[in-house]
């Protein structure tokens, strides 16, 4: 059972989240440029694991990639997850609001999807006439073909 001071810690502990995620001024005891700084490296940190784990974003989205993904994250706040590849997912979400998607950016959202829930999915790609059919194997490979 929770104790007061259980209740203060995760307190104190969302309050510095938020400061690092740039939502609100840095709790007491922490400096803004110290609290700036650290955002910026959990920020940067974050955008290289979900490039990582989406080499299309990168190649894709070029020298906006950087700007685009602080964008998405001081949207967003906290990630849902700690999984680079349902953060890329997210990402991907959320470009798809704001512009129009490369069909490897939409392939790639196919293969980020596949990783969990349904073991196959399927996408028309309209300007190639196409459908890429993708599905997972067991041991959470993917492999894929178009039709």
């Known amino acids: 059972?929770?104790?007061?001071?259980?209740?203060?810690?995760?307190?104190?502990?969302?309050?510095?989240?938020?400061?690092?995620?740039?939502?609100?001024?840095?709790?007491?005891?922490?400096?803004?440029?110290?609290?700036?700084?650290?955002?910026?490296?959990?920020?940067?940190?974050?955008?290289?694991?979900?490039?990582?784990?989406?080499?299309?974003?990168?190649?894709?989205?070029?020298?906006?990639?950087?700007?685009?993904?602080?964008?998405?994250?001081r949207a967003g706040g906290t990630p849902a997850s700690a999984d680079p590849w349902v953060d890329a997912g997210q990402f991907i979400d959320w470009l798809r609001g704001r512009r129009p998607l490369t069909t490897r950016l939409r392939a790639s959202a196919l293969m980020l999807r596949l990783r969990r829930g349904l073991p196959v999915r399927a996408m028309w790609i309209s300007d190639e006439r196409r459908l890429v059919v993708a599905y997972r194997l067991p041991g959470a490979r993917v492999r894929s073909f178009r039709v």
Not at 12 to 19: G, N
Not at 39 to 56: D, M, P, Q, T, Y
């Open 1 to 73: 059972m929770p104790t007061s001071s259980d209740e203060a810690l995760a307190a104190a502990q969302a309050s510095l989240l938020s400061a690092l995620t740039g939502r609100r001024s840095p709790p007491e005891g922490f400096t803004e440029a110290g609290v700036q700084a650290m955002g910026e490296i959990l920020l940067g940190k974050r955008r290289r694991a979900v490039a990582r784990e989406c080499s299309a974003l990168g190649d894709e989205l070029g020298s906006s990639f950087a700007s685009l993904f602080a964008e998405y994250a």
